[in-house]
């Protein structure tokens, strides 16, 4: 099973990460460990938003759709449970 993500940074509400794996968790821990450059700032992260899917092409492909303009509109508008 892979997953495709969106992460809240507790510290600044607004802003997010989106990303995928295979490992959620492991992943959250070392996003909120500073292990990965480009959400060392936002520490601590909590997990907004997350979808399974079969195959690691699916949970990429959804990953690079939630980063376009029209992915970031749907999340905030169907996956995202509080507004930013």
Known sequence: MFYAYILRSELHPGRLYHGHTSDLRRRLMDHNSGDN????????????????????????????????????????????????
């Open 37 to 84: 450059v480009s959400t060392r700032h936002g520490r601590p992260w909590v997990i907004a938003w997350y979808g399974a899917f079969e195959t690691e092409a699916a949970a990429m492909a959804f990953e690079r759709y939630l980063k376009t303009a029209s992915g970031k509109a749907f999340s905030r508008k169907r996956l995202l449970l509080a507004p930013l």
